[in-house]
């Protein structure tokens, strides 16, 4: 068994927080254990809890269709979550389940090692930018090392507010660039990059 479906057996059982109590599956992430894009999300919403895979209702939707205008499929890169169980009535995680489920996402991106990740919303992109606004920095990259970090609008956040939506899909464009800009980093250091645990910034 892979180090990462170890981890995925030990989030079912995990009761670290109050959100244990709600959940009907764990939504530990999914993609390939060798992805060089990771998108982090904020927690399952319904369809998540019911399917036990991230972004798979109507934000889901939204993102494999953002995906899709920049040529990547969904099963391309690896998608998880801040927490990984939701949290009741899609209210906001709050900081102590987030600071509960933390050790899982630092594994993650420790055994996955990614070298684009993208923040989708406010509470990802404070593991990284912890007093950033978001409205102020989404879609601006910051490399630091031969990782690129990259906050975006959450999709949930767009189809309600449709005036974020150009936002986003502008924001989604510029991922090429980054890729292309990470083949060259990539050349000069071709060692996949050590996860960056501590917030940035
Ligand atoms: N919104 C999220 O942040 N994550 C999901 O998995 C689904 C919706
Ligand atoms: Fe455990 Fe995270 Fe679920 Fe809380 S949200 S019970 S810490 S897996």
Redesign the pocket.
């Known amino acids: 068994m892979s180090e990462l479906t170890e981890l995925y057996k030990e989030i079912q059982v995990c009761q670290k927080c109050i959100l244990s109590q709600g959940r009907n599956h764990t ?1 530990p992430g999914e993609g390939p254990e060798d992805a060089h894009i990771m998108f982090i ?5 319904f369809h ?1 809890d019911r399917q036990g895979r ?4 109507a ?2 939707n939204y993102l494999n269709e953002l995906l899709g205008r920049i040529g990547l499929k969904r099963e391309d890169v690896y ?1 998880t ?1 801040i927490v990984k169980c939701r949290p009741p009535g899609n209210r906001a995680p709050q900081p102590e389940e987030i600071q509960a489920c933390r050790p899982y996402l630092d594994k993650q991106i420790d055994l996955i090692r990614p070298r684009l990740v993208v923040t ?2 406010r509470f990802s992109m404070q593991r990284y930018f912890p007093n950033a606004s978001i409205s102020r920095i989404h879609g601006q990259p910051k490399r630091v090392g031969s990782v690129i970090y990259y906050p975006m609008f ?3 956040a767009a189809l309600h507010q449709p005036r974020w939506r150009p936002l986003v899909e502008e924001d989604i464009l510029k991922i090429p660039d980054l890729l292309a800009k990470l083949e060259e980093i990539k050349e000069k250091e071709p060692e996949p990059p050590q996860a960056q645990q501590l917030s940035l910034f």
């Open positions: 939504v999300g904020e927690g399952p919403g998540e991230p972004f798979v209702g934000a889901g998608i979550n989708l919303g959450h999709p949930a």
